[in-house]
């Protein structure tokens, strides 16, 4: 019977660890009546074994014959003296790790404890195989997904290889720092950028507050020079003065973001009138994305009108959120703003109290719209007294937005089913009608016959007012007769019943979000969220007629 340290089996490859007082060895079971002596146990006593003391020096305590199969192993003993006064040694008996191709031996720092070991720490492939360029395409599909910072922080101390790839400078391009994401102070902020100065090209510092000086965002756009995209949201610091100089200093900027940083009208605030004009006139054609969402600001109007005198070359405009100091309606002159800018692709007006300015109708006409137009957003928050634009004003809009992709009218109750079908996009994809009263008609359904080949996203959630209503909106969205490409479905608290939802489940199978929480229509245990496994064991129980 093979016996050893409480029983268990012996295992040159597998350390044993045990605790015995005295600094003696530990003697074997061979005093015992009944034990006998194993084959491993008779060639361990013939292997060479080192017994290292570290509380004494060259501590060579013996050494026997070498044994060919085995190997070397390694005894490390400390000791340790306890409350009561007694000694008490720690062994830990190991095999000495043979070096191979892939290893290399590591110097470890000394230990502040008396515990201390030599060992050779296997790198693998990683650190001497993979080529350099196949680990930068590595690098470079993580930087995309999960940002720069804090992974190439953290790569870098792995080895010689990943430190030496993590510092290639195409992966620096887009660096995120924006609060909470990233936690650091503004002295590691500034020797980030001085050490990437080449490199970056988009620079995130959203979320930074009170907390970034105006020293620090001037040292900022002298050292990163070459900048093409600026995102300043929440940083409450930034004036009028610091916006135009950091567009002196970063003449090829192309992007900016300062929303958020207005909660009060000053004559030096970034978005005023004098500034805007500033900022489109110096950097003219270059200026393709501009964010003021979230600002309380005064002279909306004159700003709109700057902006379309301006930036000729805009695609992104996003005016989100603002609100005027005496929290009245804003007046746009669309038609100004479709002349000045006719290339956007994004015009983002969610939660902004307007009105279309009047003009006569030959100047309606003379408009020549948003023809490059992808994405609008009028929505409102619930709740509040302003209704939303209705459909003379969303057609003003939208008259030449031919290439529609998403359209936005969550709380828009002025905005009718029969003003949607008139929308000259014939391939929208997202379409978001949620708490949207005046969509939820008999021709609402019509609308999803329109789409329902190309819309991959609908909200129409909160819609309680008909169940016959979204019974057949749904219906129709599910017998589209092309394969319908729909893949959410938002109908959280609408009047559905489940037969409509057993033909969506049937119909679509790109479906892979489903939304039926507080859905009163239908069955118990089926009202909640369905995502990518619980929505195929729901589709698999209603084929099993479960639910019925």
């Known amino acids: 019977m093979e016996r050893g340290i409480l029983g268990v089996k012996k295992d040159p490859k597998n350390p044993i660890l045990c605790f015995i007082n005295g600094g003696e060895w530990p003697s074997d079971d061979s005093k015992d009546e009944d034990f006998v002596a194993s084959d491993s146990e008779t060639k361990f006593s013939s292997e060479t074994v080192k017994v290292v003391d570290i509380n004494k020096s060259g501590s060579d305590v013996r050494n026997d014959t070498e044994s060919p199969r085995v190997g070397k192993f390694v005894i490390t003993r400390t000791s340790k003296a306890n409350d009561k006064g007694t000694t008490k040694d720690k062994f830990v008996f190991r095999p000495k790790r043979q070096p191979n191709e892939h290893t290399k031996k590591v ?88 050490k990437n100065s080449g490199s970056i090209r988009e620079l995130n510092l959203g979320g930074w507050g009170n907390s970034l000086t105006l020293a620090t965002i001037s040292t900022i756009a002298d050292t990163c020079s070459r900048l093409t995209g600026l995102n300043l949201s929440g940083c409450q610091n930034v004036t009028g003065s610091i916006l135009r100089s950091i567009v002196d200093k970063c003449p090829k900027l192309n992007g900016i973001d300062i929303s958020q940083i207005s909660d009060r009208v000053t004559s030096d605030g970034p978005v005023t009138c004098n500034t805007i004009r500033y900022v489109g006139e110096k950097l003219g054609y270059r200026l393709v994305r501009l964010s003021i969402a979230g600002n309380i600001l005064s002279g909306l109007p004159g700003i709109i009108i700057v902006i379309s005198e301006t930036c000729h070359e805009l695609r992104e405009l996003d005016m989100s959120n603002v609100a005027t100091k005496d929290r009245g309606n804003v007046t746009i002159h669309v038609e100004k703003l479709q002349q000045g800018c006719s290339k956007l692709r994004v015009l983002r007006l969610a939660n902004v109290t307007m009105r279309l300015s009047t003009v006569p109708l030959s100047d309606q006409a003379a408009s020549p719209g948003f023809p490059e137009l992808e994405e609008l957003s009028i929505a409102k928050k619930n709740g509040s007294y302003f209704q939303g634009l209705d459909n003379a004003s969303m057609e003003r809009i939208l008259k030449s ?36 009263s005046g969509a939820i008609t008999p021709d609402l359904e019509l609308v999803m016959r329109k789409w329902g080949h190309s819309l991959v996203q609908v909200d129409l959630s909160w819609n309680n007012q008909s169940g016959e209503v979204v019974d057949t909106a749904v219906t129709a969205l599910a017998t589209s007769p092309s394969h319908s490409p729909l893949r959410n479905l938002d109908l959280c608290g609408s009047a559905v019943s489940f037969d409509p939802v057993k033909s969506i489940l049937c119909c679509c199978s790109n479906l892979n ?36």
């Not at 101390?157 to 430190?163: D, E, F, R, S």
């Not at 995120?176 to 020797?191: A, F, G, N, Q």
């Not at 069955?523 to 099993?544: F, M, S, T, W």
């Open 401 to 436: 937005s031919h290439k529609l992709k998403l359209l936005d009218l969550r709380g828009c109750s002025l905005i009718t089913a029969s003003g949607l079908v008139r929308i000259p996009a014939w391939d929208l994809e997202h379409l978001f009608l949620s708490q949207c």
């Open 513 to 548: 979000i489903l939304n039926l929480s507080s859905c009163r229509g239908l069955p118990r245990g089926i009202k909640r969220v369905y995502q990518n496994d619980d929505l195929d064991k729901l589709r698999a129980d209603v084929e099993a007629s479960k639910h019925d």
């Open 107 to 194: 110097k470890r720092k000394k230990s502040t404890s008396n515990v201390s070991f030599e060992t050779n720490d296997v790198i693998g492939p990683w650190g001497s195989v993979i080529p350099f360029d196949v680990l930068l395409l590595i690098f470079k599909y993580v930087v995309k997904s999960d940002g720069v910072l804090p992974f190439l922080k953290r790569a870098s101390l792995v080895c010689g290889l990943w430190k030496q790839v993590a510092q290639h400078q195409s992966l620096w391009s887009h660096v995120d720092v924006s609060k909470p994401k990233v936690t650091m102070t503004e002295v590691e902020l500034l020797s980030l950028c001085q």
